[in-house]
Nanobody, 125 residues
């Protein structure tokens, strides 16, 4: 099992930037993908993006494409979500999650078996 801890959330004005991190510990050699999801009050959890850990490649939701970038530092077992041009509708709790298999849809929350506790991102207008 891998443990995930998010950090770096906070309050930012619309148009600003923020970077959140997802640090993994435990059996870090046993996961293939890291996904980012978010959940706003009263809404369902939604896919933000994902990165392939063993190998390369990223995938983004249409709502964040061109504004958000996911990167990784394998040596630090950390994945980053760089968020630029933030909008009030980006306000949510952001979660990272790890998937233990290569197969499965990156955008499907059921593909992931380990989740972090989440970090709050608030964008003011």
């Amino acid at each position: 099992q891998v443990q995930l801890v998010e950090s770096g959330g906070g309050l930012v004005q619309a148009g600003g930037s923020l970077r959140v991190s997802c640090a993994a510990s435990g059996r870090t050699s046993t996961y293939y993908h890291i996904g980012w999801f978010r959940q706003a009050p009263g809404k369902e959890r939604e896919f933000v993006g994902a990165i392939i850990i063993i190998g390369s490649g990223t995938m983004y939701a249409d709502s964040v494409k061109g504004r958000f970038t996911i990167s990784k530092d394998n040596a630090k077992a950390t994945v980053y979500l760089q968020m630029n041009s933030l909008k009030p509708e980006d306000t949510a709790v952001y979660y990272c999650a790890a998937a233990p298999t290569r197969s499965g849809r990156l955008s499907d929350s059921g593909h992931y078996t380990s989740w972090g506790q989440g970090t709050q991102v608030t964008v003011s207008s």
